[in-house]
C-alpha cells in the first residue's frame, strides 16, 4: 500500500479531496476504474442528519459523488478503502449509505443507479483478476435485488504491472494506490496529471500534519 495513504486510508483521501475544486482529480480517478466517460460531476454533500446513525464522517469512505455520463446517464459513486474484517457487511452497508442518501437532498434530484468502488489491500476472493464486479443480492435483512447493486472490488495485493512502459489509465490509479516502485510511481506522475496533482496534496496534507 502506498504509504503515504496507510494512516486511515479514508481519512486521508477525505481531507484531502472533499473540496469542489479537485473534481478533476475524482472524476480521473473514477473514469479510469469503471471505464466510463463523465460529463458533469458535482460532490454529494455530508447528510448531518443521518450523524445519528452512521459512522463518523471521517471513517465513512473517501468520497461520495453524483456524475452524469456522456450517454446523459446518471450514478452516484463512492469509493471506499476497506480494512480485513467483516468485508461484506462493509461493503453492503457503504453501498447502502451511498445510495439511500438520495432521499435527504434537497435538490429535486431523482433517484438514480449507485456504483461503489472498494478498494481492499489485501486477497479476499479466491480469483486470479484484481478487479471484480459484484452485484449484492441480500445481506442479512437488507434486499438489494430491485436495485441492481453494483459494487467493484479492488484488490491492491493481486495487482501485477506487465509493462510499466505502456500502461493505462486503470493500472497508473491502481499501481499509486498500491505504492510499487519509487521510479515507477515518479513515471505514472509524469504521464498523468490528476495522479501528480493528487500525490501533492497528500504530502502537503502530512507536512501540516507534522508542524
Not at 486510508?9 to 475524482?26: A, F, H, M, Q
Not at 450523524?51 to 471521517?58: G, N, R
Not at 447502502?96 to 486477497?123: C, G, M
Request: hydrophobic share 35%; charged share 30%; glycine share 2%.
Amino acid at each position: 500500500m502506498n504509504q503515504e495513504l496507510v494512516c486511515n486510508r479514508n481519512y486521508v483521501l477525505k481531507k484531502v479531496l472533499s473540496n469542489e475544486n479537485y473534481t478533476n482529480i475524482i472524476k480521473d480517478m473514477i473514469q479510469s476504474i469503471l471505464e466510463i466517460d463523465i460529463q458533469k460531476i458535482s460532490l454529494n454533500s455530508y447528510i448531518d442528519i443521518l450523524e445519528k446513525y452512521i459512522p463518523a464522517y471521517q471513517k465513512m469512505g473517501v468520497v461520495d459523488v453524483r456524475v452524469m455520463t456522456k450517454k446523459g446517464e446518471e450514478f452516484n459513486i463512492g469509493i471506499q478503502f476497506v480494512d480485513g474484517k467483516h468485508i461484506q457487511k462493509k461493503i453492503a452497508l457503504y453501498y447502502l449509505f451511498v445510495h439511500s442518501n438520495q432521499i435527504y437532498y434537497e435538490d429535486q434530484r431523482k433517484i438514480a443507479k449507485t456504483i461503489t468502488i472498494n478498494i481492499l489491500d489485501f486477497t479476499y476472493y479466491q480469483t486470479l483478476e484484481y478487479h471484480k464486479i459484484e452485484f449484492l443480492n441480500k445481506f442479512k435483512s437488507i434486499d438489494f435485488s430491485e436495485e441492481n447493486a453494483e459494487t467493484h472490488i479492488v484488490e491492491l495485493h493481486k495487482f501485477k504491472i506487465n509493462n510499466d512502459k505502456k500502461m493505462s489509465k486503470q493500472e497508473q490509479w491502481i499501481a499509486y494506490f498500491k505504492g510499487t516502485d519509487t521510479k515507477v510511481i515518479e513515471k505514472i506522475k509524469e504521464e498523468n496529471i490528476y495522479i501528480k496533482y493528487l500525490d501533492e496534496l497528500v504530502k502537503e496534507y502530512w507536512k501540516k500534519e507534522k508542524i
